[in-house]
């Protein structure tokens, strides 16, 4: 059953504290992103990575760090030093950058609560 | 820049009567425009882009270039079509996917 699995689904985070949301794929996707949903503000994007071993920041990357050590696999760490990190995370893939016409897929979110 | 507006945050429409639910472009090139949808507890999927220029659940959308518009249209609204919408656009090279802000469709009885 091929698709995106994201964990946890809801993460509390202590003040400080570095955490790492995981997103998973075993649809051969090459491209992978990672967008943060508010209410009223849509879904912006964070990092996304075109292929293995790169990646690059979207419009709000502040605070955040990822990495694509395997095709399958791109974690996103939200560090101490976001601010405002309570939020809902959500992790998508593509077949190619650049071949956007296909459409994302998406994972099922992820939902921070710093406390 | 590259940009996704949908003017209205919440659209409330009756059981059977038409639904249209605005988006608006601002992009250079040629575009490539999607409609995502979330159903409660569901994920966001994809609803229809414009480049197969099908129809979905009854749904429709037509890209007007000279107006820089995508709204995602339905003559008879249902009421499990009540969801949150998202119009997006392709930022180019990149394939990265520029979203609007959403637009909370009800269908009431």
């Known amino acids: 059953d091929g698709g995106i699995t994201q964990s946890p689904k809801y993460l509390f985070r202590k003040e400080g504290q570095n955490v790492t949301l995981s997103c998973e794929q075993n649809?051969?996707?090459?491209?992978m992103y990672w967008y943060r949903q508010d209410p009223g503000q849509g879904l912006r994007l964070i990092y996304y990575?075109?292929?293995?071993?790169?990646?690059q920041k979207g419009d709000i990357a502040e605070g955040y760090s990822v990495s694509r050590e395997k095709k399958e696999s791109f974690p996103l760490t939200v560090t101490s030093a976001q601010k405002n990190p309570t939020a809902f995370y959500l992790c998508?893939?593509?077949?190619?950058?650049?071949?956007?016409?296909?459409?994302?897929?998406f994972g099922s979110g992820t939902r921070l609560t710093v406390v | 820049a590259q940009r996704v507006t949908q003017p209205e945050k919440l659209l409330s429409v009756f059981k059977g009567a038409p639904v249209e639910l605005k988006c608006n472009y601002s992009y250079s090139g040629s575009p490539e425009l999607f409609w995502y949808v979330q159903y409660s507890r569901q994920r966001l999927q994809l609803l229809l882009r414009h480049i197969s220029r099908e129809s979905i659940k009854g749904f429709t959308a037509d890209l007007n270039k000279g107006e820089t518009s995508f709204h995602l249209k339905k003559p008879f609204a249902q009421e499990e079509d009540s969801a949150m919408y998202y119009c997006?656009?392709?930022?180019?090279?990149?394939?990265?996917?520029?979203f609007g802000k959403g637009t909370k469709l009800s269908v009431k009885p």
């Open positions: 649809l051969n996707h090459d491209a």
């Open positions: 998508a893939s593509s077949i190619a950058a650049g071949t956007g016409h296909y459409g994302y897929t």
């Open positions: 997006a656009l392709n930022g180019g090279s990149q394939g990265n996917l520029i």
């Open positions: 990575s075109q292929i293995v071993n790169d990646f």
